[in-house]
């Protein structure tokens, strides 16, 4: 059991031993020599009743031991809530404050939503407000804002875990793009013709050939032709600029390239979907992400209907 006199930086010490399962590295993150960390790690044996880490069969590095898996993330996470108790404040300035954001979106969402946000930001934060855009992977991001490294998620609804806190941001529909002067003309499409092309499908799972729109075409008994799996959205304008290619994006992305593409109606009644922004209860009450949710919210009313 852990006594009374129990040191807590001990804790913090073992949080970066399992994160580097390497005593050299851990002292470097920690600012300590190698010996003081051996010694912790020593203590936090004896604390434990458990090796913790034991050193890999190539002899370079540690693995953790079963214990030490289990503590891992409960650890992490308990650390990251006491930051929040410490630096919390009754209040948010973003122009002498300094805090560092880090968002989860796909590409679509940062096209869309993130750029603006950023051009809203550069009049109305100072230079101690840093704002990081991570790739938002469905498998990890509900553990990711569980630890507290990711602050804030804006995706569809389908990414949004019941634990979660979320705000809906906007509304969403699907259109057709092919490249100006493309050889189909500007003609409306039907269903045969639609199916009968050659289309580009975003998988952002990466590697489908099968997505959300064919989802709803086989309940129509239909299909059609995916020739082509990309993992973003902000490349498919390039692609389809220079091929006899077709896509199906959302309205708003494909207005962003009327430039270059055309877009066209689908011939049958297609589900779009809708962005949210979501976080993790612990921090609803926190200042600054509810001053980042405020900002993304307006960009998101000021995005306007399609």
């Not at 051996?38 to 203590?43: E, Y």
């Not at 993130?114 to 051009?119: K, W």
Request: aromatic letters at 6%.
């Amino acid at each position: 059991m852990i006594s009374e006199a129990f040191d807590l930086n001990l804790l913090v010490s073992l949080d970066t031993l399992l994160a580097e399962c390497n005593v050299t590295r851990a002292a470097a993150r920690l600012h300590l020599t190698q010996p003081a960390v051996s010694t912790q790690l020593a203590r936090l044996r004896h604390v434990f009743g458990d090796p913790l880490l034991i050193p890999t069969e190539t002899g370079r590095g540690m693995t953790p031991t079963a214990l030490a898996i289990a503590l891992s993330e409960p650890l992490h996470a308990a650390l990251k809530n006491l930051e929040s108790v410490v630096r919390h404040r009754a209040a948010f300035d973003p122009l002498t404050d300094t805090r560092r954001f880090v968002v989860a979106a796909s590409d679509n969402a940062i096209a869309v939503l993130g750029l603006r946000l950023m051009e809203t930001l550069s009049g109305m934060a100072g230079q101690g407000v840093q704002m990081a855009f991570v790739a938002a992977d469905p498998a990890t991001i509900g553990a990711r804002l569980e630890l507290g490294e990711v602050d804030l998620l804006i995706g569809s609804e389908r990414m949004v875990a019941p634990s979660m806190k979320a705000r809906k941001l906007l509304d969403e529909r699907f259109v057709m793009v092919q490249r100006k002067h493309h050889p189909r003309g500007m003609r409306p499409l039907d269903l045969d013709a639609y199916c009968a092309l050659d289309h580009v499908l975003v998988s952002t799972s990466g590697g489908s050939f099968h997505g959300y729109m064919d989802e709803q075409l086989e309940a129509l008994g239909r299909r059609r032709k995916v020739v082509l799996s990309l993992q973003t959205f902000t490349l498919v304008p390039e692609l389809l600029s220079h091929s006899h290619y077709v896509a199906t994006l959302p309205c708003r992305l494909a207005q962003r390239y009327g430039d270059r593409l055309d877009a066209f109606a689908l011939p049958f009644e297609a589900n779009g979907f809708s962005l949210f922004a979501a976080w993790h209860p612990r921090n609803h009450a926190d200042p600054a992400i509810l001053w980042l949710r405020e900002r993304i919210a307006g960009v998101a009313d000021a995005a306007g209907v399609d």
